[in-house]
Every structure is written in C-alpha cells, then in structure tokens.
C-alpha cells in the first residue's frame, strides 16, 4: 500500500537557522513527490515536486528537496528559515500519470521562534 | 483569476441535517477533488472527479456523495451530517496529462463542525 511518513509531528527552529523536514514514503513504482505547504487558514499550496532526472528540486521560497530512491526520502530543506516560513507542511506521493491521487503525509508543523 | 473557491468557509450543522459544499474553479481543469483534513491524519481523499460527469469514490467515501455536473463545479454533500463529519473540507484541481504531471491547486477550505 502506498504511504508517506513524516516523522515529526512539531519542529521548532530559530529565525536564520537551517531545517530539514523529512518524508519517506512507500509506494509500488516510481513515484511523483511533492511538497505542499498551508498557512492557518489557508488552502496548501505546492513548493515543489519531483519527477524525474535531478534528484535535487528547487522550489519556491527558497526550499530544495532531494529525492533518494535508495532510502525512499524525500527530505525538504531551507539553508535560513524566516518567521514567514511558519506554517504547517505536507509531503506528498502520487502515481506517473496524469492523474493525480495522492497520498499525503500527516504534516510536520514548523514553529520559528526569534 | 479566482483559482478553486470553496463555499460556504464555515458551517455548523446539528446531526442528521443535510448541507452541500460548492468548489468552482476557473482554470478549465479536468479533475477535481475533496478531501477531508483532521488533526494528525494528514489529508484523505473523500471522492474525485476525472471529468464533467464523472465521479470516484476516494479513501474516505461513506456518508457523502458528490457530482460534477458542470466542468467547474464539484458539490459534496453530507445527506445525514455525524459528529465524525466534523472536520475541514478541501477541494482542488488538477489539469490532466498524459505524462508529466500538473500539480494539485487548492481551495482555502470549508470548516464543518457537526453538533
């Protein structure tokens, strides 16, 4: 069965520090990843996905993520996290095809403390 | 452009009533989908949608019904609303593709609490 894990529930990170948010995933075939994130209140929004070729990902905001297949990860990071990066973030993993039915991580919610 | 809009944002219903969620969107997309969000459960399919007139049963499809009979539109209804409904709503969309992949676009959600 397809799944997506994030292990951290809460992650707490100092404005200007690094993060890593980590996904892994369980799924039959090569899979589409994403990241998604959603402010309070708001809808989620994509920062970005992986398809296929380069294993490292820009996205917006300046987040990257990195596909290893041998570990079945799919890590999101940012070298300085803002106060504006609060939020809480999905990983997310769909089929290579055009439909998308995805399967979503149970988020990690990041705080930024001063 | 508007993107996905969700009405109503908020809704408070007594158990055993019955309401409809609206999701429109205006960017000519094929599918359309709802989830539902809860509290450490990540986000779960409810149904979805691969045209007009068509719709599929998702992960979480018992006690709603959905129907697209517009391209735009995808309703969701609850036909007996329970305490376990009470949860927030999403809706998105997608464009189809046959390789590559077009990215999920969201509503801002519809919160439901059921009394």
């Known amino acids: 069965a397809q799944s997506v894990t994030q292990p951290d529930i809460h992650i707490t990170v100092s404005e200007g520090a690094s993060l890593e948010l980590r996904c892994n995933y369980s799924y039959g075939a090569t899979p589409y990843l994403f990241w998604y994130v959603q402010s309070p209140g708001q809808g989620l929004q994509l920062l970005l996905k992986?398809?296929?070729?380069?294993?490292l990902v820009q996205g917006i905001k300046g987040f990257e993520a990195e596909f290893k297949r041998s570990q079945s990860s799919f890590n999101l990071r940012k070298p300085s996290v803002h106060w504006s990066d609060a939020a809480e973030y999905f990983c997310a993993v769909g089929p290579n095809t055009g439909f998308q039915k995805l399967v979503f991580g149970t988020g990690t919610r990041l705080l930024v403390s001063p | 452009n508007a993107g996905v809009t969700q009405t109503p944002k908020f809704r408070v219903l007594k158990t055993g009533q019955s309401m409809t969620l609206l999701c429109a969107q205006d960017?000519?997309?094929?599918?359309m989908y709802w989830y539902r969000q809860d509290p450490g459960m990540g986000l779960r399919l409810i149904h979805y949608s691969v045209g007009e007139g068509t719709t599929a049963k998702g992960e979480v499809p018992d006690g709603y019904n959905v129907s697209r009979l517009k391209k735009q539109n995808f309703l969701l209804g609850l036909e007996s609303a329970a305490p376990s409904q009470t949860s927030v709503y999403f809706c998105?969309?997608?464009?189809?593709?046959?390789?590559?992949?077009?990215?999920?676009?969201f509503g801002n959600g519809t919160r439901l609490t059921v009394t």
């Open positions: 992986y398809f296929s070729g380069d294993t």
């Open positions: 960017m000519n997309h094929e599918y």
């Open positions: 998105a969309s997608s464009w189809y593709r046959l390789r590559g992949n077009s990215p999920l676009h």
